[in-house]
């Protein structure tokens, strides 16, 4: 967060538009794993709950072994667009640092599934303050190269916080595909990877919207906004990381889930106690953009409309529910639901605006979206919670 707000301050919507435009492409381009390590994130947990570590060793070894593959064909293609499609060293360090993005995301993907123990949580815990504590030290960079900076920050940062995972990952086996154990995962994983990606790909729609019919400046000038939804961001998904597993391993065990409601009430109540907190920043962000960053005034609005939309978006970490009780059909019909909303009412609300008001119109209907899927959810994981089935 204090990264991204050091990059606000230095560097001007124009380019970060730029930065923000190539991304957009990366939760789509996950896809192409068929959801490995998704059912990898749901099985571990569940063999380690019974105790077979014949199956954990097996289900690990053979989605390392994919996951290599992945990783080195997208870090070849990076290399290919940065020499041959590139037309000029600016473009050239966005392909790069844009792959490199995406092909160490498979393998931390990968190896954020594996840490499923007390003690692997506590490694984890150390993976992420090592890696913060070298982001702060390459945070000159940005000062002294500026967009420049920002990407080679990226870029070293994203491949030492992968060195990080492997060097303290938990399960170290040889890699080996185990043809059945693969598909077993894909059987599992793919459904999950699919109702997971449906609901979560609304979040692209709005940056979309911004790119094809304002401008990459204009996505620019949603940073100040973007970092309001990774402050609300950070701990549901850390959170998440916990939970998933641990709520996973208890329903192995116990095979009740009124456990995983109580559960799911518990960390709702502390999130929305934290949520609350974070709301105080609304008195506050008119004169923070206004006096330090300049460069963004006309992105007051849309950042105070972000940061009530990050307080309801704390709450996705409870659709993980779904996955755990594999209660696919309720899934579909919460990521079926959410996607419309945030095709139909942004979508609407941008065209019945001023032109000069399109931006701000389109963070508002994002903000009714999010409070209405938000209900939905809550409401079919009570559902499948309390049912018989």
Do not use: C
Not at 189 to 210: A, V
């Amino acid at each position: 967060m204090a990264i991204s707000l050091i990059a606000i301050k230095v560097i001007g919507p124009e380019k970060l538009g730029l930065w923000q435009a190539a991304l957009i492409i990366k939760p789509y381009i996950g896809f192409t794993q068929l959801g490995l390590t998704q059912g990898l994130g749901r099985q571990l947990p569940f063999y380690l709950g019974k105790n077979d570590q014949k199956k954990v060793k097996k289900y690990a070894a053979s989605a390392q072994y994919v996951t290599i593959l992945y990783t080195i064909f997208f870090l070849i293609l990076a290399i290919f667009l940065s020499v041959f499609v590139a037309s000029n060293a600016e473009e050239q360090l966005i392909y790069l640092t844009a792959g490199v993005f995406i092909s160490t995301m498979f393998v931390d993907d990968f190896l954020s599934s594996t840490y499923r123990s007390s003690k692997s949580f506590a490694d984890l815990s150390r993976v992420y303050i090592i890696s913060s504590l070298f982001a702060f030290l390459l945070s000159p960079l940005i000062f002294y190269l500026e967009f420049s900076g920002y990407l080679i920050m990226l870029l070293i940062h994203s491949l030492a916080s992968t060195i990080l995972l492997v060097v303290y990952r938990p399960i170290r086996t040889k890699s080996k595909f185990f043809k059945k154990i693969y598909i077993e995962n894909i059987k599992i994983g793919f459904p999950m990877l699919s109702l997971n990606y449906l609901r979560s790909l609304p979040d692209t729609y709005p940056k979309i919207f911004i790119v094809f019919f304002i401008s990459t400046t204009a996505l620019g000038l949603t940073a100040p906004a973007n970092a309001a939804l990774t402050a609300f961001s950070v701990l549901p998904a850390a959170l998440a990381k916990y939970i998933m597993p641990t709520m996973t391993f208890d329903y192995a065990k116990s095979n009740d889930k009124i456990v995983i409601w109580n559960k799911i009430k518990k960390i709702s109540y502390y999130l929305s106690i934290f949520g609350l907190a974070g709301l105080l920043s609304l008195i506050f962000i008119p004169y923070i953009i206004e006096n330090y960053f300049p460069k963004y005034e006309e992105a007051v609005f849309i950042t105070i409309i972000a940061v009530i939309i990050g307080f309801f978006r704390m709450y996705a970490l409870i659709f993980q529910v779904f996955n755990t009780l594999k209660r696919y059909n309720e899934q579909f019909k919460v990521s079926v639901s959410r996607n419309l909303l945030y095709i139909l009412i942004p979508g609407f609300l941008f065209y019945a605006a001023p032109k000069e008001k399109g931006l701000s119109y389109i963070f508002i209907g994002v903000l009714i979206a999010e409070f209405i899927s938000t209900g939905i959810t809550f409401y079919y994981v009570h559902k499948v919670t309390h049912d018989e089935k």
